[in-house]
């Protein structure tokens, strides 16, 4: 599905319109900062996640600002909390350029740990 352009914590970055409308179908959490969208691949091992902020979230550097957080927060969360053979998508939201970073890092945490637990009790798609 995705290049392998794996990162250093086995990630694969998703950045076609196709893949993020894959992980559109699959479960959600939202969060103050962050929306944290889950679906799992379909026969591969890997995890991906991709980023993405709306013209709602602020301008380009406000934006760019969310997505650069979102991704060093999911560089150190992911290895930790993400399940393989998941794909990810952190969605930014008003608050995510301006928030703690601790806050940051909680949010996505339990979003992360919590479409975790629904993946295993069976209530994913697939």
């Known amino acids: 599905m995705a290049k392998k352009n794996t990162s250093e914590t086995g990630v694969v970055r998703l950045k076609t319109r196709p893949q993020f409308l894959f992980v559109r179908g699959g479960k959600s959490e939202r969060r103050k900062s962050v929306v944290v969208q889950a679906r799992a691949r379909n026969g591969s091992d890997t995890m991906g996640a991709g980023f993405t902020a709306t013209k709602k979230v602020g301008n380009s550097v406000t934006r760019n600002r969310a997505k650069r ?25 008003m608050d ?3 928030i703690g970073w601790q806050r940051l890092l909680d949010d996505m945490e339990s979003a992360l740990i919590s479409l975790a637990e629904q993946f295993s009790a069976g209530t994913g798609s697939t």
Not at 72 to 91: K, S
């Open 69 to 93: 957080r979102m991704r060093e927060a999911a560089n150190q969360l992911l290895p930790l909390h993400g399940r393989r053979g998941t794909d990810y998508v952190f969605i930014a939201r």
């Open 96 to 98: 995510t350029a301006t």
